[in-house]
């Protein structure tokens, strides 16, 4: 039996990477999928690629009015919400004494406020029992040079997830964090060699990871496999912040 069966879910950030590999990895056990991201034309790629029960919608989870229109849009279509992984979100890499505040606040503004906005505004459509996921970051539990800023972000993310745990508890909504390693994403694409070798030398399952080996980290956390699981952190890092 399919995992995900006739649930719906919505996926920010859902275009590339560890998003668009979940969409797929949700839509294969059964779901409907809501494909966000900010990038049209990457939207639109991405939901051919996933070629059946995939709905994108532009939209920058920044903007009130996006999630407004977003959500406006599943209530229309499904009425509901099943599985809301919060995914949307960027890393930069800001050696403290070269910190510009404003990739400060653009950072801030899409990894926290954004998370935080997303789940807030999705209440209404989330069913009792429903699935909530965030992605965090190994770099929220570690020191990584020049990355404090981002750190902090995912460190932000770790402590909605205590708080909204007790606070949707009553309605049965699980809250948990999906928190990677270095993943074969275009961010990691694009970093100079030296990044990439240092990150590499962390992990002490040497390699870097999969989008879908997180998509299947997260197929877990939405599934009923996870049913007694809610407030915690999965690490799917190589062992990188465990040892």
């Known amino acids: 039996m399919s995992k995900l069966s006739s649930k719906v879910a919505v996926i920010t950030g859902g275009a590339t990477g560890i998003g668009l590999a979940a969409a797929k990895r949700f839509v294969d056990e059964g779901a409907?999928?809501?494909?966000?991201?900010?990038?049209?034309?990457?939207?639109?790629?991405?939901?051919?690629?996933?070629?059946?029960?995939?709905?994108?919608?532009?939209?920058?989870?920044?903007?009130?009015?996006?999630?407004?229109?977003?959500?406006?849009?599943?209530?229309?279509a499904k009425g509901h919400i099943d599985v809301l992984f919060a995914n949307a979100g960027r890393a930069g890499r800001m050696p403290l004494e070269d910190t510009a505040p404003d990739l400060f606040d653009e950072i801030f503004d899409l990894n926290v406020r954004g998370v935080y906005f997303t789940v807030q505004k999705a209440l209404p459509l989330l069913r009792d029992g429903a699935s909530i996921i965030l992605t965090g970051s190994m770099a929220g539990s570690m020191g990584l040079p020049g990355m404090g800023a981002y750190g902090a972000s995912k460190a932000a993310v770790r402590s909605f997830a205590r708080t909204w745990t007790l606070e949707l508890k009553e309605r049965r909504i699980r809250t948990n964090v999906l928190s990677p390693g270095p993943v074969s994403t275009p961010p990691l694409s694009g970093a100079p060699p030296e990044v990439v070798a240092y990150l590499l030398s962390l992990v002490p399952m040497g390699r870097i990871a999969s989008p879908e080996e997180m998509a299947s980290a997260a197929l877990f956390l939405a599934s009923e496999e996870s049913s007694f699981i809610t407030g915690i952190e999965l690490f799917a890092d190589g062992g990188a912040a465990q040892v």
Not at 32 to 49: C, K, P, Q, W, Y
């Open 32 to 76: 409907h999928v809501f494909i966000v991201g900010r990038r049209e034309s990457e939207l639109n790629h991405a939901a051919g690629l996933i070629g059946k029960n995939v709905t994108p919608i532009q939209g920058d989870v920044t903007r009130a009015e996006d999630l407004e229109r977003l959500y406006r849009s599943v209530k229309e």
